[in-house]
């Protein structure tokens, strides 16, 4: 267990809805749910999910922590925003599920190979670099995400795609060295250090 | 008309060599055509999109979008800032929002674009492109800059969702917007009525981390097209394009199903309609080659 994760449970122990309240982004709604069930409907991926947003609501509120943190279905949200166009108390469904994926992740229990927990951290890698998404790099180190053997066999299967975008020049061998990017990267670290930095001193102080 | 100016924010995808290249180059000649201005944002950054919340959270992801609605408050002031991109526009939007909305947000927001000597206002109304298309000009207006209409054809207005959730289009209803199908048949085409699927999930970034998942999605959406009677689709989003178009031939292999239909931007469809030729429309970005268009196009 990580030692956020500790600190975490030590701090709410008699209550897991107040510590969603304080850390996950939109988790002051929670409680406002009544349980009706239209975003459990509304989700696209809705087979997959083992627990679908109504239920995690009603597990919050159960204190069901490790189940929750632990789960993997919110890292099914498709971000269709379905569900917050639908609600009836509208709570914005779609933040509070991304809310609680990073908020997991960041407590490092989230679950490891979640797919698309791993693709989401190389996408912000990938991003914040230079400022500006490197598509060739960030396809390449998706099929590679997995493995070497793996990486070479999802990339065969993706090959006719790839030369699809190349001949249409929608992707750009050249990309792999340089690419684009913003000319003041410096600042734009330095915003995202700061932001970083009273994010991080929030989830200290409550 | 007078000439009309705005704020623009490209995103990622529409950079040259990029997967929506060809998206920009249709904006620009249908821009052309109707006496637009885009005043680019100058060094503009990635808004992060819908998948950039698990590494990022909330502050960094919306200090991003601060970040270009703040150099946007200096290069381009009092303009709107419009978007091409569903997600783009989405993100910046609901910063916006959200921005207003709290103080403590804003004050936050404000500190840590400071670390690079900028402050944001959030005063700007950000809009999608079709936004500006619908509102600025209405159906009449861009009816009237059609020079071959394109007659013959049926076409499938492929919504999807992040230019329709949670903001949309004013007056539009969220299960079943028109304005796809308007402008469809503002160039002179006819829409599929009752589309089944045009606010159907494409699965987004998804689509990456969960082929299977998503591609089953993007399944039912091209089968409802064809079912529609739809020999092309169109749609106003670069994700939804994407993944519609590109993963035909694996749905194919899984399904054993026969799909080839080509997906364009509703600024493909307007290019065409408005006389630029094949390479202007963009239409040598389709991998599912736009035949019926390449051909009004060369008339
Ligand atoms: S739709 Fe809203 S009120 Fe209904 S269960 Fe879902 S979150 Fe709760
Ligand atoms: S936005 Fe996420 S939670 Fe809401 S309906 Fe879509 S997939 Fe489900």
């Known amino acids: ?206 | 008309m007078a000439k009309k100016e705005y704020s623009f924010y490209p995103g990622c995808s529409s950079q040259k060599g990029a997967s929506a290249s060809n998206y920009l180059v249709s904006v620009q000649s249908m821009c052309e055509e109707l006496d637009v201005q885009l005043n680019e944002i100058p060094d503009w950054n990635c808004c992060a999109a819908s998948i950039g919340y698990a590494e990022g959270g909330e502050l960094p992801r919306l200090a991003l979008s601060a970040r270009n609605m703040a150099l946007s408050e200096q290069a381009n002031p009092g303009q709107d800032i419009v978007a091409t991109c569903a997600a783009c526009w989405l993100a910046t939007k609901e910063t916006q929002e959200r921005l207003h909305d709290s103080s403590d947000l804003m004050q936050e927001t404000n500190d840590a674009l400071a670390a690079a000597g900028l402050n944001v206002k959030a005063d700007q109304t950000v809009r999608h492109m079709v936004e500006v298309l619908i509102e600025d000009f209405g159906y009449d207006e861009l009816g009237k800059h059609v020079k071959k209409p394109l007659e013959g054809m049926k076409i499938a207005g492929y919504v999807g969702c992040q230019t329709n959730r949670p903001f949309g289009v004013d007056g539009e209803s969220f299960e079943n917007p028109k304005y796809l199908d308007k402008l469809v048949e503002t160039m002179g085409a006819e829409p599929v009525e009752d589309y089944q699927k045009k606010v159907q999930c494409c699965g987004g970034a998804l689509a990456f981390s969960e082929p299977e998942k998503s591609q089953a999605l993007i399944k039912d959406i091209v089968e409802a097209a064809y079912d529609g009677g739809a020999e092309m689709i169109v749609t106003p989003c670069p994700v939804c394009q994407m993944n519609v178009e590109v993963y035909q031939d694996q749905i194919n292999a899984t399904y054993g199903t026969k799909f080839k239909i080509p997906v364009v931007y509703y600024s493909t469809l307007m290019s065409v309609a408005y006389g630029k030729n094949g390479k202007e429309a963009g239409l040598d970005g389709q991998i599912i080659a736009a035949k019926k268009l390449e051909e009004i196009a060369a008339k």
């Open chain 1, 1 to 206: 267990m990580s030692d956020a994760n500790t600190a975490m449970v030590e701090k709410y122990r008699n209550s897991f809805l107040k510590e969603v309240e304080a850390n996950v982004e939109e988790g002051e709604w929670v409680k406002m749910c009544m349980q009706c069930g239209v975003c459990s409907g509304s989700c696209p991926f809705g087979p997959h999910w083992a627990h679908p947003p109504q239920e995690l609501f009603m597990m919050i509120r159960a204190g069901k922590r490790e189940e929750v943190l632990t789960s993997d279905s919110m890292w099914m949200c498709t971000s269709c925003y379905n569900c917050i166009v639908r609600c009836p108390r509208e709570l914005p469904i779609t933040h509070i599920m991304h809310g609680l994926a990073n908020y997991a992740h960041r407590l490092g229990i989230a679950p490891k190979n979640q797919p698309t927990r791993k693709f989401a951290k190389l996408f912000w890698e990938n991003l914040t670099k230079k400022g500006r998404t490197n598509e060739l790099k960030l396809g390449l180190s998706l099929y590679f995400m997995n493995g070497f053997g793996d990486g070479v066999k999802t990339s065969l299967k993706m090959k006719d795609i790839g030369l699809g975008m190349l001949k249409t020049k929608r992707m750009n061998v050249g990309e792999m060295w340089g690419g684009h990017a913003c000319k003041d990267t410096n600042g734009l670290h330095a915003i995202l250090k700061k932001a970083r930095e009273i994010e991080d001193a929030k989830m200290q102080k409550f």
